[in-house]
């Protein structure tokens, strides 16, 4: 499997060059083009751990079932000239030109699609948005759409955990291949990234997103629960906002590690992807656009939901108000309730300052013993027993009265499933939200949906009370009779729990009030969904 390097101009004098690898059989082929700031020479090494960025998916299997495969370092990386501006639409236009070069090669069919996991899942979103004429479809697997709430801004809360690791991995990836770490302008990624810390237009040119409404080629959007905090909404907003023949799937993970292996799995390629190739690029009539819309795997279920659109139709908002009464369930700060009637009284809440003295590891502290505690000093708002078994498919809300002595504040919230006699859950959503940044996109902005805008500061005057509506990410799980939800409320993250996709804490010391009073009633709420019958 030995590949043929070929260089492509760009429209802006870029030097591109790419790895091209031919089947053994007879051309001309369909192509599948893979584009990151990977390096296209780093193809050798396995898919393991240590290196998270091998996510290209199996390329003899696709040589074996007939298909071109073309991998490209972006312009500013690997053996590519120019300068490194990253998941921008201009590095969306470069890919579009390789694109329309390679459709016009001999050995191509002239129909070509893009493969590849995360950045190269990105790319795949972002060329699409320049709708280039050949390109007939992308299969995006595990990507985001939005580098400013997918994971750089989270709630509008920087990024700490992942976006100044992921930057220097990539210098020095290079740095190991022989080229310079400054080369490309590859150290410029994360001090650009802090010095705008709303979506302005630095941001929009790195938002597929925006432009995705205007897609029409067929999609084919895979995420998975592992990497809530970093992709799977884009693959999620993706999905809703292409317009033409378009499929997401929600698949099971329970790692990062676990993602990986799977997409570079030929039995996953076999049964989910090469289908959908195998119609677009070749005109195989084997069913691929058949079937439900939307499959998501139910977490805590075992089984998959088929729906016809995200949320699926059916969903009904369940609400959960907050209340001061004890649960019994949590050494918490508080071990506060979620009660399923809104508070009769005028007047209740909670408050607790920060930063607490026992937080160790952002705000895990450790008990008498040296093992970790993620709740003992966060509030927590816990369910009775649920009565009867319950699904939570699609998108949720915590609408929440607050105030604060500051002129700023967080709110950072976890979603768990508790059986009783369990300290901790298991965690089956999270967001997040500064107080400043709470203003919504009145267009994008749905019930069950806040879509924040991020364009400016809205002031936040210390002692006034604020009504906040925190989106929650994307959610499919099932509650069995007699297990409880639990609501995990603080100012800041654990990277023991959130490993590298944490918040910066940043500098915050005060003290936080929530309200559940008749007036100031906070709530939770959720999207349920009618069970299925038994059978």
């Known amino acids: 499997m030995t590949p043929t390097e070929i260089e492509v101009r760009t429209r802006y004098g870029d030097t591109v060059r790419a790895d091209v690898y031919l089947p053994s059989s007879q051309g001309p082929y369909p192509v599948l083009l893979a584009a990151s700031p990977y390096q296209k020479a ?29 991998w490209m370092d972006v312009p500013g990386s690997g053996r590519s000239s120019g300068v490194w501006d990253p998941v921008s639409r201009r590095e969306g236009e470069a890919i579009a030109d390789v694109i329309e070069w390679l459709a016009a090669q001999d050995f191509s069919t002239g129909r070509i699609g893009m493969i590849g996991q995360s950045y190269f899942c990105w790319s795949q979103w972002n060329a699409a948005r320049v709708r280039p004429p050949h390109l007939r479809t992308i299969v995006a697997f595990d990507g985001s759409t939005d580098l400013y709430r997918d994971w750089m801004y989270k709630g509008g809360i920087p990024d700490l955990g992942f976006g100044t690791t992921w930057a220097a991995t990539v210098m020095l990836q290079h740095q190991t291949q022989g080229h310079e770490i400054t080369g490309g302008g590859r150290d410029r990624l994360v001090p ?18 925006w432009e995705l409404d205007g897609v029409d080629i067929p999609v084919l959007s895979i995420g998975n629960w592992a990497k809530g905090p970093l ?55 084997n069913g691929a656009e058949g ?16 729906a016809s659109a995200w949320p699926p139709e059916g969903v009904t908002g369940r609400a959960f108000y907050l209340s001061s009464e004890a649960s019994g369930t949590a050494a918490s700060y508080n071990d506060g309730s979620l009660a399923e009637e809104p508070p009769v009284t005028g007047a209740d809440s909670t408050s607790f300052a920060y930063p607490d003295p026992e937080w160790r590891v952002g705000t895990t502290s450790f008990d008498a013993q040296g093992r970790p505690d993620h709740l003992a000093r ?34 950072v919230a976890r979603l768990s499933v508790v059986k009783d006699g369990q300290a901790d859950g298991e965690r089956m959503s999270r967001g997040w939200l500064r107080a400043s940044h709470r203003e919504e996109d009145e267009e994008l902005t749905e019930e069950l949906r806040p879509f924040h805008s991020h364009q400016r500061p809205a002031p936040v005057v210390p002692g006034e009370v604020y009504h906040l509506r925190v989106a929650l990410l994307p959610m499919s799980f099932q509650v069995e009779a007699g297990e409880r939800l639990r609501l995990e409320v603080s100012c800041g993250d654990s990277p023991m729990l959130e490993g590298r996709w944490f918040q910066w ?8 009030t929530y309200y559940h009073s008749r007036e100031r009633a906070s709530r939770l709420v959720l999207p349920q969904m009618a069970l299925p019958a038994a059978r």
């Open 42 to 70: 780093l193809a050798h090494l396995p898919v393991h751990p240590q290196y998270p960025f091998r996510e290209s998916g199996p390329i003899e299997f696709y040589l074996r079932h007939g298909y071109a495969y073309v």
């Open 192 to 209: 650009d990234m802090y010095a705008h810390p709303f979506d302005d237009e630095w941001h929009r040119r790195r938002a597929p997103f």
């Open 231 to 285: 992709h799977m909404r884009g693959n999620v907003e993706g999905f809703r906002r292409v317009g033409g023949p378009k499929k997401l799937m929600l698949i099971p993970a329970r790692s990062p590690w676990e993602v990986q292996t799977t997409y570079a799995s030929e039995q996953f390629h076999e049964e989910v992807v090469l289908p959908w190739y195998e119609h677009h690029l070749k005109g195989v009539e």
């Open 291 to 306: 079937g439900s819309a939307v499959r998501v795997f139910v977490q805590r279920a075992g089984r998959y939901r088929d």
């Open 378 to 411: 966060i509030l927590t708002f816990t369910s009775p027993p649920l009565r009867e078994a319950c699904e939570f498919t699609g998108d949720g809300v915590l609408e929440l009265y607050a105030s604060t002595d500051q002129e700023d504040f967080d709110v």
């Open 505 to 512: 804490y940043g500098l915050k010391v005060g003290e936080d």
